[in-house]
Protein backbone atom coordinates (compact mmCIF):
# COMPACT_ATOMS: atom_id res chain seq x y z
CA UNK A 1 0.00 0.00 0.00
CA UNK A 2 1.03 3.37 -1.16
CA UNK A 3 2.21 5.99 2.08
CA UNK A 4 -1.51 8.10 2.41
CA UNK A 5 0.99 11.11 2.49
CA UNK A 6 2.77 10.94 -1.02
CA UNK A 7 0.69 12.87 -3.07
CA UNK A 8 -0.06 15.66 -0.14
CA UNK A 9 3.90 15.73 -0.34
CA UNK A 10 4.69 15.66 -3.85
CA UNK A 11 2.23 18.59 -4.24
CA UNK A 12 4.23 20.70 -2.00
CA UNK A 13 7.37 19.62 -3.64
CA UNK A 14 6.24 20.33 -7.01
CA UNK A 15 4.89 23.58 -5.73
CA UNK A 16 8.09 24.98 -4.04
CA UNK A 17 10.29 24.40 -6.40
CA UNK A 18 13.08 26.70 -7.40
CA UNK A 19 15.59 25.26 -9.61
CA UNK A 20 19.23 26.50 -9.90
CA UNK A 21 21.81 27.20 -12.78
CA UNK A 22 22.81 24.03 -13.14
CA UNK A 23 19.35 22.27 -13.60
CA UNK A 24 18.62 24.94 -16.04
CA UNK A 25 21.27 24.54 -18.28
CA UNK A 26 20.55 21.12 -18.66
CA UNK A 27 17.14 22.15 -19.33
CA UNK A 28 18.39 24.06 -22.58
CA UNK A 29 20.36 21.01 -23.53
CA UNK A 30 17.48 18.97 -23.38
CA UNK A 31 15.21 21.99 -25.34
CA UNK A 32 17.75 21.71 -28.08
CA UNK A 33 17.82 17.72 -28.35
CA UNK A 34 14.36 18.07 -28.12
CA UNK A 35 14.09 20.37 -31.18
CA UNK A 36 16.61 18.83 -32.92
CA UNK A 37 14.28 15.03 -32.78
CA UNK A 38 10.90 17.20 -33.36
CA UNK A 39 12.45 18.76 -37.03
CA UNK A 40 13.36 15.73 -38.40
CA UNK A 41 10.27 14.03 -37.25
CA UNK A 42 7.94 16.23 -39.13
CA UNK A 43 8.09 13.86 -42.18
CA UNK A 44 7.92 10.93 -40.55
CA UNK A 45 4.58 8.81 -41.76
CA UNK A 46 2.65 8.74 -39.00
CA UNK A 47 2.32 12.31 -38.68
CA UNK A 48 -0.12 13.25 -41.75
CA UNK A 49 -2.31 10.23 -40.82
CA UNK A 50 -2.48 11.83 -37.13
CA UNK A 51 -3.13 15.22 -38.90
CA UNK A 52 -6.16 13.45 -41.02
CA UNK A 53 -7.59 11.80 -38.08
CA UNK A 54 -7.45 14.75 -36.40
CA UNK A 55 -9.60 16.76 -38.82
CA UNK A 56 -8.89 20.07 -37.64
CA UNK A 57 -10.16 19.72 -34.05
CA UNK A 58 -11.71 22.74 -32.99
CA UNK A 59 -10.23 25.49 -30.40
CA UNK A 60 -8.20 29.12 -30.10
CA UNK A 61 -5.63 28.48 -32.10
CA UNK A 62 -2.96 29.72 -30.22
CA UNK A 63 -0.40 26.98 -29.73
CA UNK A 64 2.48 26.57 -32.86
CA UNK A 65 3.45 23.24 -34.65
CA UNK A 66 6.57 22.24 -35.52
CA UNK A 67 7.56 22.34 -38.98
CA UNK A 68 4.04 23.86 -39.73
CA UNK A 69 2.93 26.97 -41.05
CA UNK A 70 -0.19 27.72 -38.79
CA UNK A 71 -1.17 27.52 -34.99
CA UNK A 72 -3.79 25.66 -33.79
CA UNK A 73 -5.80 24.71 -30.18
CA UNK A 74 -2.95 24.05 -27.74
CA UNK A 75 -4.29 20.27 -26.85
CA UNK A 76 -3.72 19.72 -30.81
CA UNK A 77 -0.25 21.34 -30.55
CA UNK A 78 0.72 19.23 -27.69
CA UNK A 79 -0.36 15.75 -29.26
CA UNK A 80 0.96 16.48 -32.72
CA UNK A 81 4.57 18.05 -31.23
CA UNK A 82 4.67 15.02 -28.74
CA UNK A 83 4.13 12.49 -31.52
CA UNK A 84 6.72 14.83 -34.27
CA UNK A 85 9.15 14.74 -31.35
CA UNK A 86 9.26 11.06 -30.69
CA UNK A 87 9.02 9.90 -34.21
CA UNK A 88 12.35 8.78 -35.22
CA UNK A 89 13.26 7.55 -31.79
CA UNK A 90 16.00 10.15 -31.54
CA UNK A 91 14.80 11.98 -28.60
CA UNK A 92 16.05 11.65 -25.42
CA UNK A 93 15.95 8.90 -22.36
CA UNK A 94 16.60 9.45 -18.16
CA UNK A 95 17.43 6.21 -16.54
CA UNK A 96 14.56 7.16 -13.29
CA UNK A 97 11.65 7.44 -16.04
CA UNK A 98 12.86 4.60 -17.88
CA UNK A 99 11.49 6.09 -20.92
CA UNK A 100 11.73 9.64 -22.64
CA UNK A 101 10.75 12.82 -20.88
CA UNK A 102 11.32 15.74 -22.84
CA UNK A 103 9.15 14.75 -25.68
CA UNK A 104 5.98 14.48 -23.30
CA UNK A 105 7.26 17.37 -21.03
CA UNK A 106 8.22 19.94 -23.90
CA UNK A 107 5.21 20.06 -25.94
CA UNK A 108 2.86 20.51 -23.70
CA UNK A 109 4.83 23.57 -22.08
CA UNK A 110 5.14 24.81 -25.24
CA UNK A 111 1.60 25.02 -25.91
CA UNK A 112 0.32 26.49 -22.59
CA UNK A 113 3.32 28.93 -22.51
CA UNK A 114 2.22 30.44 -26.14
CA UNK A 115 -1.39 30.43 -25.07
CA UNK A 116 -0.92 32.28 -21.61
CA UNK A 117 2.46 34.36 -22.70
CA UNK A 118 4.45 32.73 -19.74
CA UNK A 119 8.71 33.38 -20.39
CA UNK A 120 11.17 31.06 -21.12
CA UNK A 121 12.55 30.95 -17.61
CA UNK A 122 9.36 29.98 -16.45
CA UNK A 123 9.32 27.11 -18.82
CA UNK A 124 12.40 25.86 -17.92
CA UNK A 125 11.99 26.02 -14.32
CA UNK A 126 8.78 24.04 -15.55
CA UNK A 127 10.49 21.58 -17.29
CA UNK A 128 13.15 20.67 -14.60
CA UNK A 129 10.15 20.41 -12.18
CA UNK A 130 8.06 17.92 -14.76
CA UNK A 131 11.26 16.15 -15.68
CA UNK A 132 11.92 15.14 -11.34
CA UNK A 133 8.30 14.38 -11.08
CA UNK A 134 8.53 12.02 -13.58
CA UNK A 135 11.69 10.35 -12.79
CA UNK A 136 10.95 10.30 -8.84
CA UNK A 137 7.10 8.31 -9.74
CA UNK A 138 9.43 6.21 -12.19
CA UNK A 139 11.90 5.64 -9.11
CA UNK A 140 8.18 4.71 -7.59
CA UNK A 141 7.54 1.97 -9.74
CA UNK A 142 10.97 0.51 -10.06
CA UNK A 143 11.63 -1.93 -13.31
CA UNK A 144 8.87 -3.94 -13.38
CA UNK A 145 6.56 -1.87 -14.62
CA UNK A 146 8.65 -1.89 -18.13
CA UNK A 147 8.71 -5.70 -17.54
CA UNK A 148 5.03 -6.26 -17.00
CA UNK A 149 4.83 -4.74 -20.25
CA UNK A 150 4.33 -0.64 -19.66
CA UNK A 151 5.53 1.81 -22.22
CA UNK A 152 6.94 4.91 -19.16
CA UNK A 153 7.21 7.39 -21.31
CA UNK A 154 3.37 6.63 -22.09
CA UNK A 155 2.32 5.99 -18.61
CA UNK A 156 4.48 7.86 -16.67
CA UNK A 157 4.25 10.99 -18.85
CA UNK A 158 0.46 12.30 -18.24
CA UNK A 159 2.41 13.02 -14.46
CA UNK A 160 5.19 15.08 -16.10
CA UNK A 161 3.43 17.28 -18.79
CA UNK A 162 0.70 17.84 -15.80
CA UNK A 163 3.30 19.02 -13.04
CA UNK A 164 5.27 20.40 -15.07
CA UNK A 165 1.87 22.61 -16.48
CA UNK A 166 0.33 23.04 -13.36
CA UNK A 167 3.50 24.73 -11.95
CA UNK A 168 3.54 26.85 -14.92
CA UNK A 169 0.43 27.70 -14.77
CA UNK A 170 0.12 29.06 -10.87
CA UNK A 171 -2.32 26.20 -9.66
CA UNK A 172 -2.31 26.03 -6.10
CA UNK A 173 -2.54 22.90 -3.88
CA UNK A 174 -5.78 22.10 -4.40
CA UNK A 175 -5.83 22.59 -8.45
CA UNK A 176 -2.36 20.60 -8.32
CA UNK A 177 -3.60 17.57 -6.61
CA UNK A 178 -6.43 17.69 -9.03
CA UNK A 179 -4.14 17.88 -12.14
CA UNK A 180 -2.34 15.13 -10.63
CA UNK A 181 -5.27 12.83 -10.46
CA UNK A 182 -6.84 13.95 -13.79
CA UNK A 183 -2.86 12.96 -15.43
CA UNK A 184 -2.93 9.74 -13.73
CA UNK A 185 -6.61 8.62 -14.81
CA UNK A 186 -5.40 8.55 -18.27
CA UNK A 187 -2.22 7.12 -18.23
CA UNK A 188 -2.12 3.94 -20.47
CA UNK A 189 0.78 2.38 -23.47
CA UNK A 190 1.98 -0.84 -23.76
CA UNK A 191 5.20 -1.95 -25.31
CA UNK A 192 3.57 -4.02 -27.77
CA UNK A 193 3.38 -1.14 -30.01
CA UNK A 194 7.19 -0.69 -30.22
CA UNK A 195 8.29 -0.75 -33.81
CA UNK A 196 4.98 0.58 -35.10
CA UNK A 197 3.14 4.26 -35.73
CA UNK A 198 1.65 4.10 -32.12
CA UNK A 199 4.82 4.18 -30.46
CA UNK A 200 5.60 7.95 -31.04
CA UNK A 201 1.45 8.59 -30.44
CA UNK A 202 2.34 7.41 -27.24
CA UNK A 203 4.57 10.44 -26.51
CA UNK A 204 1.76 12.98 -28.06
CA UNK A 205 -1.14 11.55 -26.21
CA UNK A 206 0.89 11.68 -22.95
CA UNK A 207 2.06 15.06 -23.68
CA UNK A 208 -1.88 16.22 -24.57
CA UNK A 209 -3.21 14.33 -21.12
CA UNK A 210 -0.82 15.94 -19.06
CA UNK A 211 -1.60 19.23 -20.34
CA UNK A 212 -5.40 18.30 -20.08
CA UNK A 213 -5.42 17.37 -17.24
CA UNK A 214 -4.36 20.96 -15.78
CA UNK A 215 -6.81 22.51 -18.10
CA UNK A 216 -9.34 20.71 -16.35
CA UNK A 217 -8.17 21.77 -13.12
CA UNK A 218 -8.00 25.18 -13.95
CA UNK A 219 -11.50 25.23 -15.39
CA UNK A 220 -12.50 23.49 -11.93
CA UNK A 221 -13.21 20.69 -12.87
CA UNK A 222 -13.37 17.45 -9.99
CA UNK A 223 -11.09 14.85 -9.45
CA UNK A 224 -9.64 12.73 -6.94
CA UNK A 225 -6.94 14.73 -5.09
CA UNK A 226 -4.86 11.62 -3.55
CA UNK A 227 -3.47 10.23 -7.23
CA UNK A 228 -1.13 8.44 -5.60
CA UNK A 229 -2.32 6.96 -2.28
CA UNK A 230 -3.89 3.78 -1.01
CA UNK A 231 -3.99 0.40 -2.42
CA UNK A 232 -6.23 1.66 -5.63
CA UNK A 233 -3.71 4.48 -6.34
CA UNK A 234 -1.60 5.01 -9.35
CA UNK A 235 1.88 3.41 -7.85
CA UNK A 236 0.10 1.07 -6.56
CA UNK A 237 -2.44 -0.43 -8.96
CA UNK A 238 0.60 0.11 -11.29
CA UNK A 239 3.06 -1.79 -9.73
CA UNK A 240 4.97 0.59 -7.40
CA UNK A 241 7.86 -1.38 -5.18
CA UNK A 242 9.19 1.73 -3.48
CA UNK A 243 6.37 4.42 -3.44
CA UNK A 244 8.56 6.81 -0.42
CA UNK A 245 11.32 7.11 -3.53
CA UNK A 246 8.45 9.89 -4.94
CA UNK A 247 9.30 11.94 -3.14
CA UNK A 248 12.85 11.38 -1.45
CA UNK A 249 15.55 13.52 -2.81
CA UNK A 250 13.12 15.89 -4.28
CA UNK A 251 15.88 18.60 -6.23
CA UNK A 252 19.01 17.06 -4.71
CA UNK A 253 20.14 16.55 -6.87
CA UNK A 254 17.80 17.86 -9.74
CA UNK A 255 16.62 14.41 -12.15
CA UNK A 256 17.69 16.44 -14.79
CA UNK A 257 21.29 16.85 -14.06
CA UNK A 258 21.78 13.42 -12.64
CA UNK A 259 21.45 11.12 -13.66
CA UNK A 260 20.36 13.45 -16.12
CA UNK A 261 19.39 13.20 -19.53
CA UNK A 262 20.84 10.99 -22.46
CA UNK A 263 21.17 12.14 -25.70
CA UNK A 264 21.20 9.89 -28.72
CA UNK A 265 23.73 9.92 -31.06
CA UNK A 266 21.12 7.25 -33.47
CA UNK A 267 17.83 7.40 -34.34
CA UNK A 268 16.84 3.89 -32.84
CA UNK A 269 16.38 2.58 -28.99
CA UNK A 270 18.66 3.23 -26.74
CA UNK A 271 18.92 -0.15 -25.73
CA UNK A 272 21.00 -0.65 -29.03
CA UNK A 273 23.25 1.80 -28.43
CA UNK A 274 25.98 -0.29 -26.27
CA UNK A 275 25.81 -2.89 -29.15
CA UNK A 276 26.19 0.14 -32.04
CA UNK A 277 28.81 1.30 -30.41
CA UNK A 278 30.40 -1.82 -30.38
CA UNK A 279 29.94 -2.35 -33.67
CA UNK A 280 30.96 0.49 -35.05
CA UNK A 281 34.45 0.93 -32.55
CA UNK A 282 34.95 -2.98 -34.62
CA UNK A 283 34.52 -2.03 -37.85
CA UNK A 284 36.60 0.81 -37.30
CA UNK A 285 39.36 -0.72 -35.57
CA UNK A 286 39.85 -4.20 -38.22
CA UNK A 287 37.85 -3.16 -41.74
CA UNK A 288 35.40 -6.15 -41.34
CA UNK A 289 34.30 -7.52 -44.51
CA UNK A 290 30.84 -7.74 -44.15
CA UNK A 291 31.04 -11.12 -46.40
CA UNK A 292 33.40 -12.54 -44.20
CA UNK A 293 31.17 -12.31 -41.17
CA UNK A 294 29.94 -16.23 -40.15
CA UNK A 295 28.23 -14.87 -37.19
CA UNK A 296 27.75 -12.35 -34.35
CA UNK A 297 26.29 -12.98 -30.92
CA UNK A 298 25.31 -9.69 -28.71
CA UNK A 299 25.12 -10.30 -25.17
CA UNK A 300 22.97 -8.77 -22.58
CA UNK A 301 22.00 -8.38 -18.81
CA UNK A 302 18.44 -10.18 -18.13
CA UNK A 303 16.36 -7.48 -19.40
CA UNK A 304 18.69 -5.14 -21.42
CA UNK A 305 17.09 -6.26 -24.40
CA UNK A 306 13.20 -6.27 -23.57
CA UNK A 307 12.69 -2.71 -25.98
CA UNK A 308 14.96 -4.47 -28.57
CA UNK A 309 10.91 -6.42 -29.72
CA UNK A 310 12.02 -7.38 -33.08
CA UNK A 311 14.84 -9.30 -34.51
CA UNK A 312 13.83 -9.76 -38.03
CA UNK A 313 12.85 -6.37 -38.93
CA UNK A 314 11.23 -5.62 -42.85
CA UNK A 315 11.50 -1.82 -42.78
CA UNK A 316 13.90 0.34 -41.36
CA UNK A 317 11.03 1.81 -38.72
CA UNK A 318 11.02 -1.52 -37.06
CA UNK A 319 14.94 -1.69 -37.45
CA UNK A 320 15.10 1.11 -34.70
CA UNK A 321 13.84 -1.41 -32.10
CA UNK A 322 15.83 -4.91 -33.35
CA UNK A 323 19.50 -4.88 -32.23
CA UNK A 324 20.40 -7.22 -34.98
CA UNK A 325 19.53 -4.95 -37.98
CA UNK A 326 21.15 -2.11 -35.64
CA UNK A 327 24.57 -4.34 -35.19
CA UNK A 328 24.33 -5.56 -39.18
CA UNK A 329 24.13 -1.62 -40.37
CA UNK A 330 26.87 -0.94 -37.88
CA UNK A 331 29.23 -3.70 -40.08
CA UNK A 332 27.85 -3.23 -43.60
CA UNK A 333 28.04 0.79 -43.63
CA UNK A 334 30.33 1.57 -40.53
CA UNK A 335 28.06 4.26 -40.20
CA UNK A 336 24.53 4.43 -38.41
CA UNK A 337 22.63 7.11 -40.26
CA UNK A 338 19.19 9.12 -39.81
CA UNK A 339 18.07 6.90 -43.46
CA UNK A 340 18.73 3.77 -42.00
CA UNK A 341 15.88 3.90 -40.35
CA UNK A 342 13.29 5.07 -42.11
CA UNK A 343 10.37 3.41 -43.50
CA UNK A 344 11.54 1.66 -46.34
CA UNK A 345 12.66 -1.95 -46.66
CA UNK A 346 15.28 -3.54 -45.06
CA UNK A 347 18.08 -3.47 -47.90
CA UNK A 348 18.79 -7.22 -48.69
CA UNK A 349 22.61 -7.20 -47.76
CA UNK A 350 21.40 -5.78 -44.01
CA UNK A 351 18.58 -8.25 -44.01
CA UNK A 352 21.23 -11.46 -45.02
CA UNK A 353 23.61 -10.24 -41.82
CA UNK A 354 20.85 -9.31 -39.41
CA UNK A 355 20.29 -12.88 -39.95
CA UNK A 356 23.84 -14.15 -38.66
CA UNK A 357 23.50 -11.72 -35.29
CA UNK A 358 22.19 -13.94 -32.27
CA UNK A 359 21.49 -12.70 -28.91
CA UNK A 360 22.37 -14.24 -25.38
CA UNK A 361 21.72 -12.98 -21.86
CA UNK A 362 24.53 -13.33 -19.60
CA UNK A 363 23.20 -15.39 -16.67
CA UNK A 364 26.22 -13.90 -14.31
CA UNK A 365 25.19 -10.68 -14.64
CA UNK A 366 23.16 -9.00 -12.32
CA UNK A 367 19.73 -8.10 -13.77
CA UNK A 368 19.20 -4.33 -15.79
CA UNK A 369 17.65 -1.87 -12.84
CA UNK A 370 17.57 1.55 -12.84
CA UNK A 371 21.66 1.60 -11.92
CA UNK A 372 23.02 2.53 -15.08
CA UNK A 373 25.61 0.19 -14.04
CA UNK A 374 23.49 -2.68 -14.64
CA UNK A 375 23.66 -2.31 -18.49
CA UNK A 376 25.63 -3.05 -21.00
CA UNK A 377 26.55 -5.17 -24.01
CA UNK A 378 29.18 -7.59 -25.42
CA UNK A 379 29.43 -7.70 -29.14
CA UNK A 380 31.83 -10.92 -30.45
CA UNK A 381 32.20 -11.48 -34.58
CA UNK A 382 33.46 -14.74 -35.58
CA UNK A 383 34.80 -14.35 -39.31
CA UNK A 384 35.50 -16.79 -41.75
CA UNK A 385 39.53 -17.03 -41.00
CA UNK A 386 38.96 -18.18 -38.04
CA UNK A 387 39.59 -15.06 -35.91
CA UNK A 388 36.74 -13.67 -33.20
CA UNK A 389 36.80 -10.29 -32.35
CA UNK A 390 34.93 -8.78 -29.07
CA UNK A 391 34.12 -5.49 -27.77
CA UNK A 392 32.30 -4.42 -24.41
CA UNK A 393 30.45 -1.15 -23.97
CA UNK A 394 29.21 -0.44 -20.51
CA UNK A 395 28.49 3.23 -21.29
CA UNK A 396 27.18 4.28 -24.77
CA UNK A 397 28.42 7.52 -26.43
CA UNK A 398 26.26 10.15 -25.98
CA UNK A 399 26.05 13.11 -28.99
CA UNK A 400 28.18 15.41 -27.82
CA UNK A 401 27.30 18.48 -29.97
CA UNK A 402 23.94 19.29 -29.70
CA UNK A 403 23.91 21.95 -32.14
CA UNK A 404 25.74 20.09 -34.85
CA UNK A 405 22.58 17.53 -34.25
CA UNK A 406 20.18 20.04 -34.62
CA UNK A 407 21.50 21.00 -37.97
CA UNK A 408 21.95 17.52 -39.21
CA UNK A 409 18.24 16.83 -37.95
CA UNK A 410 16.65 19.75 -38.37
CA UNK A 411 18.27 21.24 -41.99
CA UNK A 412 19.33 25.12 -42.48
CA UNK A 413 16.99 28.10 -42.62
CA UNK A 414 17.42 31.87 -41.63
CA UNK A 415 15.07 31.21 -38.62
CA UNK A 416 16.12 27.23 -37.72
CA UNK A 417 19.84 28.46 -37.63
CA UNK A 418 18.88 30.63 -35.05
CA UNK A 419 17.47 27.86 -32.76
CA UNK A 420 20.22 26.94 -31.64
CA UNK A 421 21.10 30.39 -29.85
CA UNK A 422 17.61 31.20 -29.23
CA UNK A 423 17.33 27.87 -26.79
CA UNK A 424 21.33 28.79 -25.15
CA UNK A 425 20.14 32.06 -24.06
CA UNK A 426 16.61 32.51 -24.10
CA UNK A 427 14.97 34.64 -20.47
CA UNK A 428 12.16 36.54 -22.03
CA UNK A 429 8.58 36.52 -23.81
CA UNK A 430 10.15 37.54 -26.75
CA UNK A 431 12.77 35.02 -26.57
CA UNK A 432 9.82 32.50 -26.38
CA UNK A 433 8.03 34.21 -28.98
CA UNK A 434 10.96 34.18 -31.32
CA UNK A 435 11.45 30.54 -30.97
CA UNK A 436 7.43 29.63 -31.67
CA UNK A 437 7.85 31.56 -34.90
CA UNK A 438 11.05 29.18 -35.65
CA UNK A 439 8.45 26.55 -34.67
CA UNK A 440 6.49 27.93 -37.84
CA UNK A 441 8.92 28.37 -39.86
CA UNK A 442 9.28 26.81 -43.16
Given at each position: MADPSITAELVKLIRSSAPGPEAIAAARDGVLDFLACAFGGVGDRAIAPLEAALGGEGGATTASVIGRGERVAPLTAALLNGTIGHALDYDDVQR?????????????????????????????????????????????????????????????????????????????????????????????????????????????????????????????????????????????????????????????????????????????????????????????????????????????ARGGDAALTVRRPRTGLEGRFSVEYVVAAALQDGRLGLDLFADAPVRPELASLSARVERRIDPDAPPVSNDPATRFSTVEIRLADGRTLSRRIDRPLPADDLAAKFRDAAGSGPERDAVPEIVRTMRSRDDLAALFAAFRAA
Open positions: SVGGHPSTVILPALFALAEEQGHTAEALLDAYVVGVEAMARIGLALGRQHYEAGFHPTATLGPVGAAAATAFLAGLDEAGTARALGLAVTQSAGLRLQFGSDAKPLHAGLAARAGLFATRLALAGFGAAETAFDGPIGFLAVYGGAEPGRAVEGWGQPWQIVSPGLIFKRYACCSASHFAADAALALQAEHAIDPASVVEATVTF
